[in-house]
């Protein structure tokens, strides 16, 4: 027999906690099932997941959130992808586009087209392929043509905006489909006797906030999934040895570009993410490698503007919690895990999680099979980004700094291991349909750190030369045209979501 829930809590806010709430508020009646989130303005949140990926639609568009509004109330801007400077060798830079390279011929994937006019001499980098390059490099933006026949059609784009801004507009959505917030600081988290499930947080005030489910959102710390039922933690500080970021907030010395920048430094790398009034940076690094006080002078030391804050530090330990649903608690954001935003994940990572909570969604008796369900399957998808992050770091020509050679010399997990070996030797980008990074975005990032495959599909020699070379370069002379033609990307934003306006 069912046992419906009538009381959800959410510990904490921010961006993670109240991307929770609008969205179980979309899908939950809360006349019959209240939702409370309690938070303490005394406690400030990390707040630096400002730069995005295409997914992020996804969600908006489940929470009916209008994408012009959005945009205003955050200070956003357009994303196309993310440039990586200097990761391959410090004098090298390649972007990783949301969108495809080239077209696909006779169901053979373009790049190996891309290869076969390599081997033939032909030294075009695929980039000149790829239209969302093409339009970052102008500093031009349009919306993606709906047309599949049209090259404007080949790609996506996400967003660049103000975290704390963003969880403050969902914090407003979410109060409107009866979300209750409570203020108040979690002193201690009470636990149920007979099975040791939560039964209720205790406030500083005195006050006791009982629930049936509880969602963690507190950050590193995990209050409840750690401190209260200890789940216990994976440290991935092996693969990925940045566990130190600083992070500032600087004036904006021109038009916003439409991507993000992770330049490699000594040991770690630096952010840039260009907002409407103002550009977001920071310096990932580890503290292995590198002291504090020497990374926070690299930072200073390559600011393009007027810095208006004080540098914060973050200190981090990457991985994710044994379980992330224990009991009656599920940790989403930072108290669930947390990978460096190498690849702008951290706010999709918080996505997933709900979505996930949302498919899964429980009654009282929490069935194990769902829960274990859920659990392997937020599981694989921290695995698999966690490897895509690491492949930058292992494929790297680098051996400046110990930092470098460390990760050059490192093992990974066997699945990065056979995907980099599948590439290296034919070009094929092994991938699952469910994963969030699929062919464009490997091949994107092989060929960008410089693993180049030894041979190609063989079925390219089905088609004459002389028939390659003619669509290839009118593939180029197309995604050139187009990328002309577009805007420039400061137009689009006084157009269309100018904050303010």
């Not at 400002?50 to 994303?79: C, S, V, W, Y």
């Not at 009654?363 to 392997?376: G, I």
Request: aromatic share 10%; glycine share 8%; charged share 25%.
């Amino acid at each position: 027999m069912a046992a419906p829930l009538t009381r959800i809590v959410i510990a904490g806010g921010g961006t993670a906690g109240w991307m929770t709430a609008a969205a179980l508020a979309r899908v939950i009646d809360t006349q019959h099932t209240s939702i409370e989130l309690v938070e303490s303005e005394q406690i400030g949140t990390v707040g630096v997941g400002e730069a995005t990926i295409p997914a992020i639609h996804d969600f908006n568009r489940r929470l009916g959130i209008d994408e012009q509004d959005m945009m205003r109330a955050t200070q956003a801007t357009f994303k196309l992808g993310i440039e990586f400077v200097g990761w391959r060798r410090p004098d090298d830079a390649y972007l990783h586009p949301f969108g495809h390279f080239g077209q696909d011929m006779n169901g053979v994937a373009f790049h190996h087209y891309w290869l076969w006019q390599r081997q033939r001499g032909e030294r075009a980098p695929i980039d000149d392929y790829s239209l969302p390059y093409a339009a970052a490099r102008l500093g031009r933006f349009e919306f993606p043509d709906t047309d599949p026949r049209s090259v404007k059609s080949t790609y996506a784009y996400a967003f660049h905006f103000d975290a704390s801004a963003y969880g403050r507009y969902l914090r407003r959505l979410a109060e409107s489909l009866g979300v209750q917030r409570s203020e108040g600081r979690i002193v201690d988290v009470q636990l149920r006797p007979d099975d040791g499930f939560i039964d209720s947080l205790k406030l500083e005030s005195g006050r006791r906030v009982t629930g049936d489910l509880f969602i963690d959102c507190t950050g590193f710390r995990g209050l409840l999934i750690e401190e209260a039922l200890q789940t216990g933690y994976e440290d991935w500080r092996h693969w990925l040895p940045c566990d130190r970021a600083y992070a500032v907030p600087t004036a904006n010395v021109a038009d916003p570009v439409p991507h993000t920048r992770a330049t490699a430094r000594a040991a770690g790398w630096q952010w840039r993410i260009p907002l409407q009034h103002r550009t977001g940076n920071g310096h990932v690094f580890s503290a292995h490698f590198m002291s504090e006080d020497e990374a926070a002078a690299i930072l200073a030391r390559n600011l393009e503007g007027e810095a208006l804050a004080e540098p914060r530090l973050l200190r981090f330990v990457p991985g994710k919690r044994r379980r992330m649903w224990n009991r009656n608690c599920i940790a989403i954001g930072l108290a669930g895990g947390f990978l460096e935003p190498l690849e702008s994940t951290s706010i999709h990572l918080i996505q997933a999680a709900v979505m996930k909570l949302i498919e899964f969604f429980p009654d009282r008796r929490f069935a194990a099979p769902d829960v274990d369900e859920f659990n392997r399957q937020l599981d694989r998808k921290f695995d698999e980004v966690r490897d895509f992050i690491i492949l930058h770091y292992k494929a790297t020509e680098r051996d400046d700094s110990e930092f470098w050679r460390y990760c050059r010399a490192m093992t990974v997990p066997d699945e990065l291991a056979r995907r980099m070996a599948l590439f290296r030797a034919c070009g094929v980008a092994s991938y699952r349909a469910s994963e969030l990074f699929v062919e464009t975005n490997w091949v994107a990032v092989f060929l960008g750190q410089g693993i180049v495959p030894a041979a190609c599909d063989p079925r390219v020699a089905c088609l004459p030369d002389a028939v390659i070379g003619a669509r290839m370069q009118q593939m180029k002379t197309h995604i050139r045209k187009a990328a002309a033609s577009m805007r420039p990307h400061a137009a689009v934003i006084a157009q269309h979501c100018r904050a303010g306006a």
